[in-house]
């Protein structure tokens, strides 16, 4: 057996390569072998580099990175061969959803487990391991990669600050967008949509909760969406999330479903698992993979 690990040595403070030292101390009697990406988008090479010599019977297969990278590398692994995934990355959703601990967890896991089914979200570009995002989010993080203020805050080492003060910002933008939603053989026109979260799991943002009960083992899609006229019904759609009001909220939304379609009116940017995209009319499903789970954990902070 070969465990290959494919790394991302940018993401997060740069400690990939560090956990891939501990890992090959600390597991002497298994092969290593570690990939590491060196360009944007270098994900697909790497992939297809391991892929060229990977024994689906006996060999295992690591990812080291944020949830980006994960994504990445996802949108091209190939859906039957099983994957377990340790976090390096700022936000680390998809981790914390599973209860990702340590990196000796994730290789017990691993080595001594059998994978389980899981569902990921397929859309044209790929996969979404956590949250396909329209509205608030997109604008938020769209404004702060553009903004100056990103670089100068960066170097203040106070780069998170960048989220909150575009955060703040959006929400006096009255920008409303107006989609249509296929969903359970029902169509559903969402008017006046501050945002929309598209989700096969428990977080996005950082750790900001979108639905308690979405989860990687369920095969459903979660739609969390807020309908707002007012400044004051889009600061209390926050406050619900982020003080996880979600049941009692009278301005957050909840719908599931194994297929949805979006019809948008114009091409608009939205935040894919942390990343932006440009999209339009898409078909998003459910797709089971296969995953190192070890004993099933839910996060219920």
Not at 50 to 66: A, N
Not at 120 to 128: C, D, K, Q, W
Not at 130 to 135: F, H, P, R, V, Y
Request: net charge neutral; with cysteine; glycine share 6%.
């Amino acid at each position: 057996m070969i465990v290959y690990i494919l790394a991302n040595p940018r993401a997060g403070n740069g400690k990939a390569v560090t956990i891939i030292r501990d890992i090959q101390a600390a597991y002497p009697q298994v092969e290593i072998r570690s990939y590491l990406t060196i360009s944007k988008n270098d994900e697909y090479a790497q992939v297809e580099a391991i892929l060229s010599v990977f024994r689906k019977e006996s060999d295992r297969f690591l990812i080291l990175g944020g949830d980006g990278t994960l994504s990445k590398v996802l949108s091209i692994w190939p859906k039957d061969i099983p994957f377990a995934y340790y976090p390096t990355g700022s936000g680390n959703d998809f981790a914390r959803a599973i209860g990702i601990t340590s990196w000796q967890q994730v290789m017990n896991n691993l080595l001594e487990t059998r994978p389980v089914p899981i569902c990921l979200l397929t859309i044209p570009s790929g996969v979404v391991v956590n949250s396909l995002d329209i509205g608030y989010p997109a604008r938020v993080i769209a404004h702060s990669e553009k903004s100056a203020i990103k670089k100068w805050f960066n170097r203040l080492k106070i780069g998170k600050l960048t989220y909150i003060f575009f955060g703040i910002l959006g929400l006096l933008d009255s920008a409303q967008l107006s989609v249509l939603i296929e969903t359970n053989h029902q169509v559903m026109k969402l008017e006046h949509l501050f945002f929309l979260s598209i989700a096969n799991n428990t977080y996005f943002g950082g750790g900001i909760m979108i639905w308690p009960e979405a989860h990687i083992t369920a095969s459903q899609i979660d739609l969390v969406y807020v309908s707002a006229h007012s400044l004051s019904q889009r600061i209390r759609a926050l406050l619900d999330l982020l003080l996880k009001r979600h049941k009692t909220s009278s301005v957050l939304h909840h719908v599931t479903a194994e297929r949805v379609r979006l019809c948008l009116p114009d091409e608009m940017v939205a935040q894919v698992d942390g990343e932006l995209q440009t999209i339009d009319d898409w078909t998003i499903t459910c797709q089971t993979r296969y995953y190192y789970l070890g004993e099933e954990r839910r996060c219920t902070n």
